[in-house]
């Protein structure tokens, strides 16, 4: 859930809890109110119960005097309180009906006393006019005391009844309102709890990884390009250290590709230096000779066979230089992938045995062997290219080797392969300089040791081979010589094979000696 | 002939035969030739031969014409022999002079820059007060290597 949504309903949450303790408050508010009420409309009930019953208590009072004397004046009180009655009854019942079984009493109470009226004081009136005695006699009398006495034992009950509703009520409004005070106390209390937490949890779910992200962003500004933030977190959180890792990742990426861009130039700058090196010498010195040779001949006369001989090492000086020119156009080609191969089927044996010739001639002071299996060791491809590989190959293993040196050149099939080895008894190769042998303009301790050459024939071979689909390799050991070998996708047919067999075979054993 | 043996003899020190050939050719029957091919080959010839001149390439194969002339320099019977070097790597100059060459040639060159120099580099051993280097032992050294 992202933290927007988490945030929001925190809040409504938190809203929730402070509308309900505002509620609990204000029902404790109005419960409160509801009892002052309830005590002012008791009292105001108690204070009509009383004038009331004063009423009657003034009613049997006058009535009493007015038949014990006969005098009219006595009659008085009896009289105000008679007028005051209707009234008063109305006050009375009225608010008594507030409570339903206050007014059923109250009610009651009310027909008792104008049953007292009607059917007691105004018949002991007419009677005291009629017979003042028999109105004297205490029958009447006690029955007026009996009534009163039962109307005001009502009264009490009454009124009792009334405390008692009235203690009950503020008793329950009072233990109902300090419940809602305490709900009400506790809801404020935890909100605010719950407010300063939420600000706490708030400031740090978002703080904490901003400052992480802060820290994140002044170490990768610092060049630490590798660090990344965890990427646990909620929502924009989780986003945001995402967002800065990606970005991280991108800024890294980019600085790698800067990095190695650079490697390469500086790796390119430095071969471009190492080619003019290389260049300027192997030029200048198949160059020494064309120049010299011809500027001598030019300057003074030699016997026709001298002169011959001179020439003879300027065409071949010349033609080297014409080797060296087309090596470093092959490695143009290749780089520009414009190395272009021909689709023919080649007899290896047949290349193998046309190089080991050629070499034989001109290096006269190695023993060069050359092993053949009897049966042609067909390919599909370029037999100029594949013979300027094996012509690389025993250039330098002769180059390599000591004067007297054993060469062996092999030929044979194998896996769907033909397989080509050139063995040497060599210098070898250094194990620290094997990985970087076919890389062009490489050579190794050749430079340092005065052997010639571009540094450029092994890497238009494996260029070559590869362009085959074959592979290229070799073995070596420093002062023990090394062994380069090819392979490449055997193409013989086999109907052709055994027919082809003896005759080749045969023909290779005439050019092999 | 009876000038053979007054002829000076000269250590040719290179990898590349044809250019062996062509410091013969340019210099002429004048001199008696050795010749060797690596930098190993040069100081065992140039110890049996006490050649009267040596003309050295600096990229010889086993040991460099460098280390070459710094152990020719320190052989006393060798330490004044006159040296030529001459190479394709020009950027190599200095380093020559430091190890005690007499001249500095960079290929190609011109056939007369060589004369010029083997010339004067032997008139001026022959004019110094030092004949039996130059011409007893040179002589007798001739004598050997061939």
Known sequence: MSLARRMLLASILLALLVAGAFAALMFAVSTLRDANEREAHSKDVTAATLQLEKLVVDMETGLRGFTLTGNKGALQPYTAARGE????????????????????????????????????AIPVIELVHESPAAARSAPVTLEGKRQTDEIRARFDRFL????????????????????????GAVGVVASSVLIVLFGVLLGRAVGRPVRAVASGANRLAGGELSHRLPTEGPGEIGELTRSFNAMAEEVQRGHDELELRNAKLRESERLKSELITIVSHELRTPLASVLGFTSLLLQRDFDP?????????VDAQARRLAALLEDFLDVQRIEDGRLELAQE?????????????????????????????????????????????????????????????????????????????????????????????FTKFFRGEAGASGI???????????EIVEAHGGRIGFSSKVGAGSTFWLELPFAGAPAVKSSEQGRSGTERKETQP | MSSAAARPT???????????????????????????????AALTLARDVEPDLVVLDLMLPIVSGIDVLEQLRRDERLAEVPVIVITAWSHAEASAWTAGADRFVSKPFEPDELIAAVEELLDRGVGSTEPPKSGGAGSAGAGAGL
């Open chain 1, 85 to 120: 009655l209707p009234q008063r009854l109305r006050v009375f019942v009225g608010r008594a009906f507030a409570e339903p079984d206050q007014g059923r009493r109250a009610a009651l109470i009310s027909q008792m006393i104008g049953q007292y009226v009607r059917g007691y």
């Open chain 1, 160 to 183: 009792a009844e009334e405390n008692e509703l009235a203690r009950e009520a503020a008793s329950s409004a009072g233990s109902r309102s300090d419940q809602a005070l305490a709900v």
């Open chain 1, 305 to 313: 066979q001298a002169r011959r001989h001179y020439l003879g090492i």
């Open chain 1, 345 to 437: 089927a080649v007899d290896i044996a047949l290349v193998l045995d046309e190089q080991a010739e050629l070499y034989r001639a001109q290096s006269p002071k190695h023993r060069l062997l050359l092993e053949l299996p009897e049966r042609p060791l067909t390919v599909r491809g370029d037999s100029n290219r594949l013979a300027q590989v094996v012509g690389n190959l025993l250039s330098n293993a002769i180059k390599y080797s000591p004067e007297g040196g054993v060469v062996a050149l092999a030929g044979g099939t194998g896996d769907g392969a033909v397989r080509v080895s050139v063995r040497d008894e060599g210098l070898g190769i250094a194990s620290d300089q094997q990985s970087r042998i």
């Open chain 1, 452 to 462: 010639g050459g571009t540094g450029l024939g092994l890497a238009v071979s494996r």
């Open chain 2, 10 to 40: 000269i250590l040719v020190c290179d990898d590349e035969p044809s250019l062996r050939e062509l410091v013969r050719a340019v210099l002429g029957e004048d001199y008696v030739y050795a010749e060797a091919a690596d930098g190993r």
